[in-house]
């Protein structure tokens, strides 16, 4: 009844009762809780409305603690307008009083990085380690606060040397303590990530690599990334038989799925990295019809690079050679170096269809 008074206020224009009637249908009925939502954002339209709803859920959230449907309603608000520190701000306050032991905050803290509020994030992840070693939720904690470092640097470029090498420090510290295990896995793979690809130490990556893919009870799909990733490792060390091994290994234990087409992908990559063109060109033209709508464009553009290039002057490949160290240089994360191979194709081969790539 709640939910059909609620819209004929909502006709009227009645906002306050609109609110009212439709947050007293969820009293009731929990499970519309959907519906209310929806019906929220179709008809409240100014900014007087919002203020209106955020007062009357605090107002039941704070009556009603126990009530879960308002607490959530409250975070649905905050979130709708991307007030995720007054969110931090209430959950912490509910936390305190429910005796919660964060669990409510690391949810938050999830949405915060979700929606890029990554110093809200901090803020949730902080507040729950200071609740003490011995709670449920202080190594999901520990590792929130890595994996938003981690998102810092790999997706923001929010760091220099010093924020890297602490980084890197509360990476190894964490490991140390908890141990090489399932729990720790994903720290590791993110650790040799940075090494790889921002301290300039693959060997370093490829020895923590090597011991996360032999870690028991860890998922064969994760194991098989992090297979790919050693590939990488040795790739960017130089040494590109043990990488075609690795990528061939997921190629085999994952054929026709996509992260046996990620491998196959790779291994064509790799023969473009050697100069082996024709045999790139024909690993790509299988992998043109893949699943994997990312795999194939890749596919795809490598092999229209190839193909575009490929004897572009009497059978010279030098400058498509070229290219693909340079190529190499950027997976390696050296820019610096990839633009003086750039650079040097421009000089030498002036005239080239690479400059349209370069």
């Known amino acids: 009844m709640a939910l059909e008074i609620g819209s004929l206020y909502a006709k009227t224009g009645d906002k306050p009762k609109m609110i009212e009637e439709y947050l007293n249908h969820l009293t009731i009925a929990p499970y519309d809780q959907e519906q209310i939502q929806n019906n929220f954002l179709e008809r409240i339209t100014t900014d007087e409305d919002w203020k209106l709803l955020k007062k009357e859920i605090l107002n039941r959230v704070q009556k009603s603690t126990e009530n879960q449907t308002y607490t959530e309603m409250l975070l649905w608000l905050l979130v709708q307008q991307k007030d ?57 904690a520990r590792t929130g606060l890595l994996s938003v470092s981690y998102k810092k640097i790999t997706e923001y470029g929010e760091y220099d040397d010093a924020f890297l090498a602490e980084t890197e420090k509360n990476y190894k510290a964490f490991i140390t303590e908890v141990g090489e295990n399932y729990y720790s896995a994903e720290s590791m793979r993110q650790l040799a990530y940075l090494y790889n690809y921002y301290s300039n130490k693959p060997q370093m990556a490829i020895d923590i690599l090597q011991r996360v893919i032999v870690i028991p009870r860890v998922n064969k799909s994760f194991t098989a990334e992090c297979k ?117 194709i421009k000089l030498i081969f002036p005239n080239h269809s690479l400059n349209d790539e370069m």
């Not at 990488?243 to 990559?269: I, S």
């Open 84 to 140: 995720f520190y007054s969110a931090f701000i209430q959950f912490r306050a509910i936390d305190k009083r429910l005796n919660e032991e964060g669990r409510r905050m690391i949810d938050l803290a999830q949405l915060a990085i979700s929606n890029d509020a990554l110093d809200v994030a901090v803020d949730c992840y902080k507040y729950v380690l200071t609740l003490g070693e011995d709670k449920m939720f202080y190594n999901d």
């Open 228 to 344: 790919l990733e050693l590939g990488d490792s040795y790739l960017i060390g130089g040494d590109i038989w043990e990488a075609q091994l690795l990528y061939g290994q997921v190629d085999k234990d994952f054929k026709d799925e996509p992260l046996g087409q990620e491998a196959k992908f790779r291994n064509a990559r790799l023969s473009f990295y050697k100069g082996e063109f024709d045999w790139a060109q024909a690993q790509l033209d299988v992998l043109k019809s893949a699943t994997s709508h990312l795999i194939s464009n890749n596919a795809i553009e490598l092999s229209m690079l190839i193909q575009d290039n490929y004897g572009f002057e009497d059978g010279d490949d030098s400058a498509l050679m070229l290219y693909a160290d340079a190529d190499l240089l950027l997976l390696r994360n050296a820019p610096d170096l990839a633009l003086q191979k750039l650079d040097s």
